[in-house]
Every structure is written in structure tokens, then in C-alpha cells.
T-cell receptor, first 118, second 115 residues
Framework: AQTVTQSQPEMSVQEAETVTLSCTYD???????LFWYKQPPSRQMILVIR??????QNATENRFSVNFQKAAKSFSLKISDSQLGDAAMYFC???????????????FGQGTILTVHP | DTAVSQTPKYLVTQMGNDKSIKCEQN?????MYWYKQDSKKFLKIMFS???????INETVPNRFSPKSPDKAHLNLHINSLELGDSAVYFC??????????????FGPGTRLTVL
């Protein structure tokens, strides 16, 4: 079974600065998807960025980018030019491409609370 | 233009009662899910349905019964509620959207409090 680990329970950053959130995972599969979701105090789960394991190029979405290291099974999220609205809990998630009884299952990490200081 | 909606958003009830949470998606997706987020914010899948067929059932007590009347709806019925059922329950869906069949979109969550 796959596991996802976020080793930073809390992180903080100054507005306009850059912060990196860490995520590692364990899997024996060679193809899969990885995601970062954001959960602000409103509790809505918002997709931040996605990465297909077969792609070597790191995904980027505006101020958000990932550092995907497949061999190291590491998937960190970098937030540039941090804004007050980035304050939230961030979850890393793994999705297998396998079918059967695991079809579509997202396995989440424990989450990292990000605080943005003005 | 809500994509994934859940009702109710808040549910407070007594131990032993039976309650239902409804979920609807208007994204045309064919797969829907239920996740539970506990008090420590840990998210874990409970069920998934693909084209109204149960795919995932993650060792959830029999008191929880999902029902999918059609591809756009996945409801969660809980019998004999216990204190430990207090949590936030998220519905999600996935399917072909802008070419990505793998990405799940979440509803706003239902906070269930069992007294």
C-alpha cells in the first residue's frame, strides 16, 4: 500500500517571500499521479497543482511549482511571492493509475499548516 | 454554477440516530467518492462509485451505506450514529474535464457532530 508523509506539521513565511513544503511517498508503482491540495479555514479542498509521474518536467501553476524527484520519491511544493491568501493547510496526495478496487483512490499526507505573516 | 455540492453543510445529531448526507455533481463525471476528515485533519477515503457501481469500500463499518441513484449523485447514509463518527465528510468526483480524468474535485464538506 502507498503511504504519503509530510514531515512539516507547520511552516511560516513572510508575505512576498518563498516557502517550500515537503512531501515524500512510498510506492512500488512506476506510474501514478501526485497532487497538492489547499484547505483554507473555509475547509474547501482546492486543487493547487498536479504532476504525472511519467513526466520529467516539473509542473507549474503561476506562483506554485513542484520539485518532483521520482527516484527519491519526493514531491515538494514551492510557493513564490507568498500572499496572505495562501495561508491554509496543504495536503500532498498520491493517486495510483491502477484500476480495480483502488481505482481513483487518493492517499493523503498528514498536512502542513502554512502561516503567512504580513 | 456549483461543481460539487453537499447538503447539509452542518449536521448536529444525537447518538443512535440515523442521518444522510447528499452529494451532487454537475461536472458530468462518472466517478464519485466519499472521504472522512477526522479531528486531526487526516483525510481518508471511504467509498468510491464508478457509473453507479461500488468500486472502493475501505473497511468502513456497515453502519455506513453509500447509495448512487445515478452518476451525478452519491449519498451517504449512516445508521446508529456514534460519537466517533463526528468528522467532516467530503464528497468528490472525477472524470473527463479538460482532458484530465484523474483529478478529483471536492465538495464543501459536511461537518457532522454527534452528541
Amino acid at each position: 500500500a502507498q503511504t504519503v508523509t509530510q514531515s512539516q506539521p507547520e511552516m511560516s513565511v513572510q508575505e512576498a517571500e518563498t516557502v517550500t513544503l515537503s512531501c515524500t511517498y512510498d510506492t512500488s508503482e512506476s506510474d501514478y499521479y501526485l497532487f497538492w491540495y489547499k484547505q483554507p479555514p473555509s475547509r474547501q479542498m482546492i486543487l493547487v497543482i498536479r504532476q504525472e509521474a511519467y513526466k520529467q518536467q516539473n509542473a507549474t501553476e503561476n506562483r506554485f511549482s513542484v520539485n518532483f524527484q521520482k527516484a527519491a520519491k519526493s514531491f515538494s511544493l514551492k510557493i513564490s511571492d507568498s500572499q496572505l491568501g495562501d495561508a491554509a493547510m496543504y495536503f500532498c496526495a498520491y493517486r495510483s493509475v491502477a484500476g480495480g478496487t483502488s481505482y481513483g483512490k487518493l492517499t493523503f499526507g498528514q498536512g502542513t499548516i502554512l502561516t503567512v505573516h504580513p | 454554477d456549483t461543481a460539487v455540492s453537499q447538503t447539509p453543510k452542518y449536521l448536529v445529531t444525537q447518538m443512535g440516530n440515523d442521518k444522510s448526507i447528499k452529494c451532487e455533481q454537475n461536472l458530468g463525471h462518472d466517478t464519485m467518492y466519499w472521504y472522512k476528515q477526522d479531528s486531526k485533519k487526516f483525510l481518508k477515503i471511504m467509498f468510491s462509485y464508478n457509473n453507479k457501481e461500488l468500486i472502493i469500500n475501505e473497511t468502513v463499518p456497515n453502519r455506513f451505506s453509500p447509495k448512487s441513484p445515478d452518476k451525478a449523485h452519491l449519498n451517504l447514509h449512516i445508521n446508529s450514529l456514534e460519537l466517533g463518527d463526528s468528522a467532516v465528510y467530503f464528497c468528490a468526483s472525477s472524470g473527463r474535464l479538460a482532458g484530465y480524468t484523474d483529478t478529483q474535485y471536492f465538495g464543501p464538506g459536511t461537518r457532522l457532530t454527534v452528541l
